[in-house]
């Protein structure tokens, strides 16, 4: 799978887990989540592998530094079982990662 079908289908994964949060008060949050680990791993692992967008030194750190942030927070969220802390790490931080592999259309979005 290439990196750019793991991050739609992380994207979809995401967008339900917080949309049923959201719309239908669905709390299963934290379980859902835990299933999406190995794919968070290998997504940030990636990212963390080297600086493969050719990014200037000091902006690859900032964005390497980003990244452990974000798994910092999603395995912390499970340690405390923080539902709220979990949504805002996916929502917040993991989003942000994916976008770097998804180019949206302002269309798909809803923004234009």
Not at 40 to 52: A, F, R, S
């Amino acid at each position: 799978m290439c990196m750019e079908e793991l991050a739609k289908e992380l994207r979809d994964a995401v967008d339900n887990i917080c949309g049923g949060f959201h719309y239908y008060k669905d709390e299963n949050v934290l379980s859902k989540s835990q299933k999406l680990a190995e794919h968070i791993q290998k997504l940030c692992g990636t990212l963390l592998q080297g600086n493969v967008f050719g990014m200037e030194r000091e902006e690859y750190q900032e964005l390497a530094g980003y990244v452990i942030q974000v798994l910092e927070d999603y395995i912390e969220a499970l340690n405390q079982r923080d539902m709220v802390w979990m949504l805002d790490t996916l929502d917040y931080g993991l989003r942000e990662l994916l976008n770097i592999y998804i180019n949206r259309n302002p269309e798909e979005t809803g923004y234009v």
